[in-house]
Protein backbone atom coordinates (compact mmCIF):
# COMPACT_ATOMS: atom_id res chain seq x y z
CA UNK A 1 0.00 0.00 0.00
CA UNK A 2 3.07 2.27 0.06
CA UNK A 3 2.87 4.23 -2.90
CA UNK A 4 1.32 7.59 -1.47
CA UNK A 5 2.57 10.20 0.93
CA UNK A 6 2.76 13.23 2.88
CA UNK A 7 5.24 16.04 1.71
CA UNK A 8 5.50 19.47 3.89
CA UNK A 9 6.26 22.24 0.56
CA UNK A 10 6.34 24.79 2.65
CA UNK A 11 6.88 26.81 6.06
CA UNK A 12 6.03 30.68 6.65
CA UNK A 13 9.12 32.60 7.20
CA UNK A 14 11.14 33.17 10.30
CA UNK A 15 8.39 31.22 11.93
CA UNK A 16 10.57 30.13 14.60
CA UNK A 17 11.78 33.28 15.40
CA UNK A 18 7.90 34.92 15.30
CA UNK A 19 7.12 31.89 17.99
CA UNK A 20 9.67 33.18 19.97
CA UNK A 21 9.35 36.47 19.87
CA UNK A 22 5.67 35.96 20.71
CA UNK A 23 6.57 34.12 24.08
CA UNK A 24 8.77 37.39 24.80
CA UNK A 25 6.31 40.08 24.31
CA UNK A 26 3.73 39.00 26.55
CA UNK A 27 6.03 38.87 29.46
CA UNK A 28 9.13 41.66 28.57
CA UNK A 29 8.59 45.50 27.87
CA UNK A 30 9.53 46.80 24.53
CA UNK A 31 7.69 46.55 21.08
CA UNK A 32 6.72 43.60 18.85
CA UNK A 33 9.73 44.60 16.65
CA UNK A 34 11.96 44.68 19.82
CA UNK A 35 10.70 41.14 20.73
CA UNK A 36 11.51 39.52 17.59
CA UNK A 37 15.20 41.16 16.90
CA UNK A 38 16.16 39.65 20.08
CA UNK A 39 15.78 35.86 18.50
CA UNK A 40 17.95 34.19 16.15
CA UNK A 41 15.23 31.40 14.85
CA UNK A 42 17.42 28.99 15.97
CA UNK A 43 18.49 26.85 19.38
CA UNK A 44 18.17 29.87 22.41
CA UNK A 45 14.80 30.78 20.39
CA UNK A 46 13.89 27.01 20.17
CA UNK A 47 14.56 26.71 24.06
CA UNK A 48 12.34 29.15 25.21
CA UNK A 49 9.44 27.86 22.54
CA UNK A 50 9.91 24.35 24.00
CA UNK A 51 9.83 25.59 27.69
CA UNK A 52 7.08 27.94 26.87
CA UNK A 53 4.98 24.80 25.60
CA UNK A 54 6.16 22.75 28.29
CA UNK A 55 4.06 25.08 30.80
CA UNK A 56 0.81 24.22 28.57
CA UNK A 57 1.31 28.12 26.39
CA UNK A 58 0.74 26.64 22.95
CA UNK A 59 -0.40 29.62 20.93
CA UNK A 60 3.25 30.66 20.72
CA UNK A 61 3.79 27.80 17.68
CA UNK A 62 0.25 29.43 15.86
CA UNK A 63 2.57 31.67 14.19
CA UNK A 64 4.48 29.30 12.05
CA UNK A 65 1.87 27.92 9.19
CA UNK A 66 2.71 24.64 6.79
CA UNK A 67 1.41 23.84 3.33
CA UNK A 68 1.28 19.79 2.76
CA UNK A 69 0.93 17.81 -0.26
CA UNK A 70 -0.64 14.30 0.14
CA UNK A 71 -0.35 12.54 -3.12
CA UNK A 72 -1.97 9.69 -4.24
CA UNK A 73 -3.30 8.66 -0.45
CA UNK A 74 -7.20 7.22 -0.33
CA UNK A 75 -9.89 9.32 -0.37
CA UNK A 76 -10.82 7.98 3.05
CA UNK A 77 -7.61 9.86 4.35
CA UNK A 78 -8.98 12.92 2.41
CA UNK A 79 -12.22 12.91 4.12
CA UNK A 80 -10.40 12.15 7.83
CA UNK A 81 -8.01 15.01 7.46
CA UNK A 82 -10.95 17.21 5.98
CA UNK A 83 -12.61 17.02 9.55
CA UNK A 84 -9.55 18.79 11.26
CA UNK A 85 -11.43 22.21 10.64
CA UNK A 86 -8.74 24.60 11.34
CA UNK A 87 -7.40 24.12 8.24
CA UNK A 88 -7.71 25.09 4.68
CA UNK A 89 -7.83 22.60 1.68
CA UNK A 90 -8.07 22.47 -2.06
CA UNK A 91 -9.23 19.05 -3.30
CA UNK A 92 -9.46 17.82 -6.78
CA UNK A 93 -13.25 17.78 -7.42
CA UNK A 94 -14.73 15.12 -8.21
CA UNK A 95 -17.56 16.47 -10.23
CA UNK A 96 -15.43 17.65 -13.01
CA UNK A 97 -12.43 15.29 -12.94
CA UNK A 98 -12.11 11.86 -14.62
CA UNK A 99 -11.19 9.72 -12.18
CA UNK A 100 -11.07 6.57 -14.26
CA UNK A 101 -7.51 6.43 -14.17
CA UNK A 102 -7.22 7.52 -10.27
CA UNK A 103 -5.95 4.33 -9.22
CA UNK A 104 -6.27 2.86 -5.50
CA UNK A 105 -5.04 1.84 -2.26
CA UNK A 106 -4.90 -1.34 -1.08
CA UNK A 107 -5.21 -1.73 2.86
CA UNK A 108 -2.67 -3.28 4.76
CA UNK A 109 -3.00 -6.66 6.30
CA UNK A 110 -4.75 -8.65 3.69
CA UNK A 111 -3.48 -12.01 2.95
CA UNK A 112 -2.85 -12.96 -0.85
CA UNK A 113 -5.91 -14.36 -1.81
CA UNK A 114 -7.60 -11.33 -0.01
CA UNK A 115 -5.25 -8.64 -2.05
CA UNK A 116 -6.15 -10.48 -5.05
CA UNK A 117 -10.33 -10.55 -4.42
CA UNK A 118 -9.67 -7.02 -2.79
CA UNK A 119 -8.18 -5.66 -6.41
CA UNK A 120 -10.60 -7.79 -8.82
CA UNK A 121 -13.47 -5.78 -6.46
CA UNK A 122 -12.27 -2.50 -7.12
CA UNK A 123 -11.31 -3.08 -10.63
CA UNK A 124 -15.01 -4.06 -11.38
CA UNK A 125 -15.77 -1.00 -9.84
CA UNK A 126 -13.64 1.45 -12.41
CA UNK A 127 -14.87 -0.33 -14.66
CA UNK A 128 -18.77 0.97 -14.13
CA UNK A 129 -17.69 4.22 -13.50
CA UNK A 130 -16.73 4.55 -16.85
CA UNK A 131 -19.25 2.16 -18.47
CA UNK A 132 -21.49 4.90 -16.77
CA UNK A 133 -19.82 8.06 -18.03
CA UNK A 134 -20.36 6.35 -21.35
CA UNK A 135 -24.02 5.77 -21.27
CA UNK A 136 -24.17 9.65 -20.48
CA UNK A 137 -24.37 10.00 -16.60
CA UNK A 138 -22.94 13.05 -15.45
CA UNK A 139 -19.35 12.71 -13.68
CA UNK A 140 -20.63 13.76 -10.29
CA UNK A 141 -23.23 10.94 -10.38
CA UNK A 142 -21.14 8.22 -11.64
CA UNK A 143 -18.76 8.92 -9.25
CA UNK A 144 -21.06 7.51 -6.52
CA UNK A 145 -19.75 4.09 -7.33
CA UNK A 146 -16.04 4.99 -6.99
CA UNK A 147 -14.76 3.62 -3.78
CA UNK A 148 -13.10 4.70 -0.59
CA UNK A 149 -9.78 3.33 -1.51
CA UNK A 150 -9.09 4.88 -5.18
CA UNK A 151 -6.45 7.77 -4.76
CA UNK A 152 -6.94 11.33 -3.84
CA UNK A 153 -4.45 14.62 -4.29
CA UNK A 154 -5.26 17.66 -2.08
CA UNK A 155 -3.42 20.43 -0.20
CA UNK A 156 -3.33 21.43 3.14
CA UNK A 157 -2.28 24.50 5.09
CA UNK A 158 -2.45 24.81 8.84
CA UNK A 159 -0.31 26.45 11.19
CA UNK A 160 2.33 24.36 13.78
CA UNK A 161 -0.27 23.73 16.50
CA UNK A 162 -3.03 22.62 14.60
CA UNK A 163 -0.23 20.13 12.67
CA UNK A 164 1.02 19.13 15.74
CA UNK A 165 -3.11 18.41 17.02
CA UNK A 166 -3.26 16.16 13.41
CA UNK A 167 0.00 14.10 13.80
CA UNK A 168 -1.06 13.07 17.37
CA UNK A 169 -4.53 11.63 16.13
CA UNK A 170 -2.95 10.07 13.20
CA UNK A 171 -0.41 8.17 15.66
CA UNK A 172 -2.50 8.18 18.72
CA UNK A 173 -6.29 9.14 17.98
CA UNK A 174 -8.98 8.40 15.56
CA UNK A 175 -7.05 8.18 12.82
CA UNK A 176 -4.65 6.13 14.45
CA UNK A 177 -7.23 3.05 13.55
CA UNK A 178 -5.88 2.95 9.73
CA UNK A 179 -2.46 1.98 9.10
CA UNK A 180 -2.33 4.20 5.90
CA UNK A 181 -3.10 7.68 8.54
CA UNK A 182 -0.67 6.02 10.95
CA UNK A 183 1.88 6.19 8.50
CA UNK A 184 1.29 9.09 7.00
CA UNK A 185 1.48 10.35 11.20
CA UNK A 186 5.19 9.22 11.32
CA UNK A 187 6.17 10.48 7.99
CA UNK A 188 4.62 14.04 8.95
CA UNK A 189 6.35 13.39 12.44
CA UNK A 190 9.77 13.15 11.33
CA UNK A 191 9.53 16.02 8.73
CA UNK A 192 8.12 18.60 11.66
CA UNK A 193 10.82 16.96 13.90
CA UNK A 194 13.40 18.65 11.95
CA UNK A 195 12.02 21.67 11.26
CA UNK A 196 10.43 22.75 14.82
CA UNK A 197 11.82 20.58 17.02
CA UNK A 198 10.15 19.93 20.05
CA UNK A 199 6.70 21.22 19.02
CA UNK A 200 5.28 17.60 19.09
CA UNK A 201 6.42 16.50 22.61
CA UNK A 202 3.26 18.36 24.80
CA UNK A 203 0.94 16.90 21.63
CA UNK A 204 1.71 13.61 22.26
CA UNK A 205 2.56 13.32 25.72
CA UNK A 206 -0.24 11.84 28.03
CA UNK A 207 -2.63 11.47 24.54
CA UNK A 208 -6.18 10.96 25.63
CA UNK A 209 -7.67 7.61 24.04
CA UNK A 210 -10.21 7.40 21.60
CA UNK A 211 -13.08 5.40 22.25
CA UNK A 212 -14.38 3.25 18.63
CA UNK A 213 -18.27 2.88 18.13
CA UNK A 214 -19.59 -0.91 17.86
CA UNK A 215 -19.98 -1.89 14.18
CA UNK A 216 -23.61 -3.65 13.38
CA UNK A 217 -23.77 -7.05 14.41
CA UNK A 218 -25.08 -7.82 10.61
CA UNK A 219 -24.58 -6.03 7.07
CA UNK A 220 -27.46 -5.00 5.76
CA UNK A 221 -28.68 -6.20 2.29
CA UNK A 222 -27.85 -2.93 -0.26
CA UNK A 223 -31.07 -0.37 -0.93
CA UNK A 224 -31.23 3.29 -2.21
CA UNK A 225 -32.43 5.66 0.98
CA UNK A 226 -34.17 8.78 0.28
CA UNK A 227 -32.39 11.96 2.88
CA UNK A 228 -33.70 13.29 5.63
CA UNK A 229 -33.30 16.18 8.06
CA UNK A 230 -34.95 16.90 11.21
CA UNK A 231 -33.86 20.12 12.86
CA UNK A 232 -34.06 20.93 16.66
CA UNK A 233 -34.75 24.09 17.25
CA UNK A 234 -33.24 26.69 19.28
CA UNK A 235 -34.90 27.42 22.38
CA UNK A 236 -36.25 31.25 21.92
CA UNK A 237 -34.50 32.51 19.24
CA UNK A 238 -36.19 35.80 18.74
CA UNK A 239 -35.77 36.67 22.14
CA UNK A 240 -32.41 35.75 22.18
CA UNK A 241 -31.27 37.47 19.07
CA UNK A 242 -33.40 40.48 19.93
CA UNK A 243 -31.54 40.79 22.97
CA UNK A 244 -28.01 40.79 21.28
CA UNK A 245 -29.29 43.86 18.68
CA UNK A 246 -30.32 45.87 21.75
CA UNK A 247 -27.30 45.11 23.26
CA UNK A 248 -25.22 45.74 20.66
CA UNK A 249 -27.00 48.87 19.60
CA UNK A 250 -26.09 48.81 16.08
CA UNK A 251 -30.14 48.00 14.83
CA UNK A 252 -33.34 48.94 14.73
CA UNK A 253 -35.54 47.08 16.61
CA UNK A 254 -36.54 43.23 14.75
CA UNK A 255 -33.84 44.84 11.22
CA UNK A 256 -33.24 41.39 10.38
CA UNK A 257 -32.49 42.32 6.80
CA UNK A 258 -29.78 44.82 7.80
CA UNK A 259 -28.38 42.14 10.00
CA UNK A 260 -27.89 39.96 7.34
CA UNK A 261 -26.29 42.16 5.20
CA UNK A 262 -24.06 43.40 7.53
CA UNK A 263 -20.01 43.12 7.37
CA UNK A 264 -20.03 41.82 11.11
CA UNK A 265 -23.52 40.37 12.10
CA UNK A 266 -21.75 38.88 15.39
CA UNK A 267 -25.29 38.84 16.60
CA UNK A 268 -26.34 35.79 14.87
CA UNK A 269 -23.98 33.58 16.33
CA UNK A 270 -26.09 34.15 19.44
CA UNK A 271 -28.47 31.41 18.76
CA UNK A 272 -27.85 27.91 17.05
CA UNK A 273 -30.16 25.19 15.14
CA UNK A 274 -28.81 21.42 15.49
CA UNK A 275 -29.80 19.18 12.47
CA UNK A 276 -29.54 15.36 11.90
CA UNK A 277 -29.33 14.74 8.25
CA UNK A 278 -30.41 11.47 7.70
CA UNK A 279 -29.18 9.10 4.56
CA UNK A 280 -26.46 11.08 2.80
CA UNK A 281 -23.80 9.81 0.87
CA UNK A 282 -19.94 9.66 2.11
CA UNK A 283 -19.26 12.23 -1.03
CA UNK A 284 -21.86 14.80 0.39
CA UNK A 285 -20.69 14.31 3.84
CA UNK A 286 -17.38 15.81 2.69
CA UNK A 287 -19.78 18.37 1.48
CA UNK A 288 -20.75 19.31 5.04
CA UNK A 289 -17.01 18.86 6.70
CA UNK A 290 -15.78 21.89 4.50
CA UNK A 291 -17.96 24.12 6.67
CA UNK A 292 -15.66 25.02 9.71
CA UNK A 293 -17.78 27.07 11.58
CA UNK A 294 -20.31 24.13 13.65
CA UNK A 295 -19.90 20.91 15.64
CA UNK A 296 -20.34 17.72 13.38
CA UNK A 297 -20.31 14.23 14.13
CA UNK A 298 -19.85 11.66 11.62
CA UNK A 299 -19.77 8.04 11.85
CA UNK A 300 -16.72 5.31 11.03
CA UNK A 301 -16.87 5.23 7.55
CA UNK A 302 -17.27 1.08 7.59
CA UNK A 303 -20.82 2.15 8.92
CA UNK A 304 -22.02 3.40 6.09
CA UNK A 305 -20.87 0.14 4.09
CA UNK A 306 -22.47 -1.81 6.51
CA UNK A 307 -25.63 0.19 6.94
CA UNK A 308 -26.64 -0.72 2.87
CA UNK A 309 -28.11 2.36 1.92
CA UNK A 310 -26.82 4.12 -0.79
CA UNK A 311 -27.60 7.48 -2.71
CA UNK A 312 -29.26 7.01 -6.06
CA UNK A 313 -29.34 9.98 -8.55
CA UNK A 314 -32.31 10.66 -10.35
CA UNK A 315 -30.16 10.33 -14.05
CA UNK A 316 -29.31 6.68 -12.84
CA UNK A 317 -33.12 6.03 -12.37
CA UNK A 318 -34.13 7.33 -15.47
CA UNK A 319 -31.47 5.65 -17.53
CA UNK A 320 -32.70 1.43 -17.38
CA UNK A 321 -28.84 0.32 -18.76
CA UNK A 322 -27.53 3.06 -15.94
CA UNK A 323 -29.91 1.79 -13.41
CA UNK A 324 -28.76 -2.13 -13.75
CA UNK A 325 -24.85 -1.25 -13.46
CA UNK A 326 -25.43 1.15 -10.47
CA UNK A 327 -26.97 -1.09 -8.48
CA UNK A 328 -25.12 -3.90 -8.94
CA UNK A 329 -22.27 -2.24 -8.51
CA UNK A 330 -23.41 -1.63 -4.87
CA UNK A 331 -25.11 -5.39 -4.32
CA UNK A 332 -21.49 -6.73 -5.72
CA UNK A 333 -19.17 -4.49 -3.63
CA UNK A 334 -21.37 -5.73 -0.41
CA UNK A 335 -20.94 -9.04 -0.98
CA UNK A 336 -17.37 -8.73 -1.57
CA UNK A 337 -17.15 -7.09 2.00
CA UNK A 338 -18.90 -9.64 3.84
CA UNK A 339 -16.24 -12.11 2.32
CA UNK A 340 -13.73 -10.36 3.25
CA UNK A 341 -14.96 -9.66 6.93
CA UNK A 342 -15.77 -13.51 7.01
CA UNK A 343 -12.62 -14.52 5.92
CA UNK A 344 -11.08 -12.66 9.13
CA UNK A 345 -9.43 -9.44 7.29
CA UNK A 346 -9.20 -6.48 10.01
CA UNK A 347 -12.14 -4.25 11.04
CA UNK A 348 -10.08 -1.01 8.93
CA UNK A 349 -10.12 -2.68 5.60
CA UNK A 350 -13.71 -2.18 5.66
CA UNK A 351 -13.39 1.58 5.00
CA UNK A 352 -11.74 1.12 1.66
CA UNK A 353 -14.77 -0.80 0.60
CA UNK A 354 -17.11 1.60 0.73
CA UNK A 355 -19.11 3.33 -2.02
CA UNK A 356 -19.19 6.98 -2.42
CA UNK A 357 -22.62 6.61 -2.40
CA UNK A 358 -23.00 5.05 1.00
CA UNK A 359 -25.24 6.58 3.51
CA UNK A 360 -24.44 7.58 7.07
CA UNK A 361 -26.34 9.94 9.06
CA UNK A 362 -24.53 12.93 10.70
CA UNK A 363 -25.69 15.36 13.34
CA UNK A 364 -24.36 19.03 12.92
CA UNK A 365 -24.69 22.29 14.68
CA UNK A 366 -24.65 25.81 13.70
CA UNK A 367 -25.05 29.19 14.83
CA UNK A 368 -27.15 31.48 12.26
CA UNK A 369 -24.38 33.41 11.19
CA UNK A 370 -22.49 29.74 9.65
CA UNK A 371 -26.00 29.17 7.96
CA UNK A 372 -26.22 32.51 6.24
CA UNK A 373 -22.78 31.43 4.64
CA UNK A 374 -24.02 27.78 4.47
CA UNK A 375 -27.03 28.38 2.89
CA UNK A 376 -25.69 30.79 0.74
CA UNK A 377 -23.41 28.45 -0.86
CA UNK A 378 -25.69 25.06 -0.96
CA UNK A 379 -28.76 26.04 -1.76
CA UNK A 380 -27.31 27.70 -5.17
CA UNK A 381 -28.36 26.46 -8.04
CA UNK A 382 -24.65 25.55 -8.93
CA UNK A 383 -24.58 23.65 -5.50
CA UNK A 384 -24.28 19.95 -5.87
CA UNK A 385 -27.57 18.58 -6.18
CA UNK A 386 -27.79 16.28 -2.76
CA UNK A 387 -25.98 18.98 -0.43
CA UNK A 388 -28.69 21.70 -2.03
CA UNK A 389 -31.60 19.50 -1.53
CA UNK A 390 -30.81 19.02 2.27
CA UNK A 391 -29.84 22.94 2.48
CA UNK A 392 -33.42 23.61 0.84
CA UNK A 393 -34.88 21.56 3.31
CA UNK A 394 -33.18 22.70 6.28
CA UNK A 395 -33.84 26.05 5.16
CA UNK A 396 -37.32 25.25 5.08
CA UNK A 397 -37.77 24.00 8.90
CA UNK A 398 -35.38 27.40 10.26
CA UNK A 399 -38.08 29.26 8.01
CA UNK A 400 -41.06 27.58 9.67
CA UNK A 401 -39.12 28.25 13.22
CA UNK A 402 -38.11 32.15 12.83
CA UNK A 403 -39.53 33.23 9.68
CA UNK A 404 -38.71 36.87 10.43
CA UNK A 405 -35.45 36.64 10.22
CA UNK A 406 -34.66 33.08 8.04
CA UNK A 407 -37.03 34.08 4.90
CA UNK A 408 -34.25 36.39 4.47
CA UNK A 409 -31.87 33.84 3.96
CA UNK A 410 -30.74 31.56 0.72
CA UNK A 411 -28.62 31.94 -2.28
CA UNK A 412 -26.32 34.42 -2.38
CA UNK A 413 -27.79 36.29 -4.79
CA UNK A 414 -30.96 36.47 -2.91
CA UNK A 415 -29.23 37.54 0.01
CA UNK A 416 -26.63 40.35 -1.40
CA UNK A 417 -28.58 40.98 -5.04
CA UNK A 418 -25.40 39.75 -6.76
CA UNK A 419 -24.15 36.57 -8.62
CA UNK A 420 -20.84 35.20 -6.60
CA UNK A 421 -20.56 33.08 -9.46
CA UNK A 422 -18.55 34.88 -12.09
CA UNK A 423 -19.44 33.51 -15.49
CA UNK A 424 -20.75 29.96 -14.06
CA UNK A 425 -23.77 31.75 -12.91
CA UNK A 426 -27.46 30.56 -14.03
CA UNK A 427 -28.27 33.90 -15.29
CA UNK A 428 -31.05 34.18 -12.58
CA UNK A 429 -30.98 36.48 -9.94
CA UNK A 430 -33.03 35.23 -7.27
CA UNK A 431 -34.69 37.21 -4.51
CA UNK A 432 -35.56 36.34 -0.81
CA UNK A 433 -39.30 36.67 -1.07
CA UNK A 434 -39.29 33.98 -3.35
Same mark, same amino acid.
Not at 150 to 159: A, I, V, W
Not at 324 to 346: V, W
Not at 378 to 401: F, H, K, N, V, Y
Given at each position: ?35 ? !? ?50 ? +? ?12 ? &?????? &??? !? ?8 ? *? ?24 ? +? ?25 ? *? ?33 ? +? ?33 ? *? ?62 ? &? ?20 ? !? ?59 ? !? ?16 ? &? ?24
Amino acid at each position: MKTGGAVILSASDEGIRVSAASARISTTEGSALSAF !EKGDGAERDLKLIRKVLASGHRTVVEHQTYTIAFHDVSVLAEELLIECRLAS +YTVKSRRYVNFSGA &GYIVPE &GLS !EAEEAAFRAN *MDARFETYEQLLALGIPREDARFVLP +YCFKSNFYMTLNARELAHVIASMLNGR *MSLYPEMRRLGESLKAQLDARFPGVLDAELKDAPV +YHRASLPAEPTVPHAVHSSVDMRPAFGAKDSLDQA *MRFSGRFEAEDYRALVRDARPRELETISYGFTVQNISLACVTHFARHRMQTLLVPDVETALLGG &GYVLPDTVAANPDALILYTRAF !EDNARAAREMLDGGAPREALAYYALAGCTVDILTVMNARELLHFLKLRTCSRAQWEIRRAA !ETMLAQLQGDFPQLFRLY &GPGCAVTGRCPEGRLSCGRIRKTEE
